[in-house]
């Protein structure tokens, strides 16, 4: 692994997302802001990390022995929405195993995610866009007031969609640069126009621009979308994969968000950064070891999911949430035609979602192919379905990064997968993995029974691209520097948008100067949005919005 260097010019940055391992997770995001700050804080930046105080994530410290207290500081911090002003209740901790404080925020009354059910998804509440409203006003607001303000927040998609609004309205004066995450185009929430103004006091009359559809008006399709406010109110964008920057664009993948994001692309703002994968998925032994061990592992899984023993056996397996997204829908179709086909393989899926997707899975079971499942554990899933698996389906129709694919690699699985978004990016057909480039159930197929021909009739050949995939370097440090390249662009164009010359670099400040309050200076970079001048800041209240989720799937 490439030797990380300390930064000479280390940035303060805040996260600020919906989920975090190992305080609350129901996919891929809460992945990336627990093994980012790590890596960034590894290069030498200051990084905390807020969410929400969910009870489990409450739980989480006090359950492992992990110091934890009330901040009465930043508790200190009053929000309004609607005629309501709240003080915040913040409980701040550590990640276990990093110096990067993570601190927990819920109201006063503990009403938007503390007292909600701990079995519940987070985003399954009617009042969502007052929950993340208030959220993303207390990081805001915490940010701003703060003594030594950060140089930069990052947030990450919708639920933190509003902090940039925020930053670039309200709270303008605090000059703090923010960069805005998209992990997937499919989600979002929105209100109306009249609820978001009662709800947020950022008013029409104050911030007519911001109540637009075009460049940075926060309007879309005659609502404000928490999204599209990230995207457009934010000093950097980028998305988890360079190829789903692109394709997000295209009205396929980004819907009616589509010719927003090729503006933003256009003025330089729009970027993509594959992500990383936490070293934990790697297997810790050397590889003749590990390819020698995969054998008995193979034996586990045909043992747990009740398949016949056979060391020869084409052995296929399929880990992720049901959901349309992951193209599971094809597998009905694709079956069938390998069964006509005559191809030999076991397939066994770890999977929890849908519940008529489940279903499918048992009607799908066969002695020609037999299809066996049970629902996703990831103790089972890292210990032994993907070291003891020959090969991964993952037929998305849309990827904006994936992991189960660059875990499946390092762990000598080879991926077979629909080439979009992230998953072009990482898997090069019959170099590191196999592709298919037409969406449907013929084309799967045809992928499936050539990597199955090369897997029954061409060992060596397998054996060398499964050696290949476990080399790769998926650590990471270098998505991390790509990071810290954002946040500076980001200051500098936050800088150039507010009409202010480039801040000194943080080793220019006397430390006296910089310990005695005065606001940290910002490394370079560079930008383009619209300067909003900064209101009264006041407190804030409970909400129950009248909110509207949005899917989107791509046509």
Known sequence: MKRRKKAKEPLHIIFAASECLPFQKTGGLADVTASLPKELAALGHTVEIFIPLYLKALLYPIDHGTPIRHNTEFSQVR????????????????????????????????EYFTSRSAHASPYSFNDNFGRFAFFSKVVAGISAKRSDRPHVIHAHDWPAGLVPTFMSTEFADAEIATVFTIH???????????????????????????????????????????????????????????TYAEEIQSATYGGTYAATLKW????????????????????SMPVEDFLSHKKEQKRQIQEIFGL???????????TSRLAYQKGYQLLPETIAELRRRRVKMQVVAAVDGESNLRDMFTALDSRDIPVRHKAYNESLTRQV???????????????????????????????????????????????????????????????IERAHKTFATEPATWDAMRRRVMDLDYSWHRSAEAYVELYREAISRSRERLGKPALARPSQIPASKARSGAKPARAKSNRVAAADTAPESDPEPQVEADANAVLLKPT
């Not at 709800?199 to 621009?209: A, D, K, N, W």
């Not at 330089?268 to 936490?278: E, F, P, T």
């Not at 070291?387 to 080879?414: F, H, K, R, T, W």
């Open 385 to 447: 379905i993907y070291p003891g698996a020959d090969a991964l389906l993952m037929p998305s129709v849309y990827e904006p990064c994936g992991l189960s694919q660059i875990i499946a690699q390092q762990n000598g699985a080879l991926p077979i997968v629909h080439a979009t978004g992230g998953l072009r990016d990482t898997v090069k057909d019959g170099e590191t993995g196999f592709c298919f480039f037409r969406y449907g159930p013929g084309e799967f197929a045809q992928v």
């Open 264 to 283: 933003l692309a256009k003025q330089g703002q729009l970027k993509g950064i594959l992500n990383g994968v936490d070293p934990m998925w790697r297997p």
């Open 79 to 110: 929000v309004r929405l609607e005629d309501y002003s709240f003080r915040s209740r913040i409980y701040s901790t550590e990640m276990p195993d990093a110096p990067v404080r993570v601190h927990l925020v819920d109201a006063e009354t503990y």
């Open 308 to 318: 016949p023993p056979d060391p020869s056996a084409f052995l296929v397996v399929l």
């Open 184 to 242: 997937n185009m499919g989600y979002s929430h929105a209100v109306g126009p009249a609820e978001f103004s009662r709800m947020t006091r950022v008013t029409e009359q104050q911030y007519p621009s911001l109540y637009d559809w075009k460049e940075r008006g926060i309007l879309h399709h005659d609502k404000i979308d928490m999204l599209k406010a990230g995207i457009v109110r934010a000093d950097m964008v980028n998305t988890v994969s360079p």
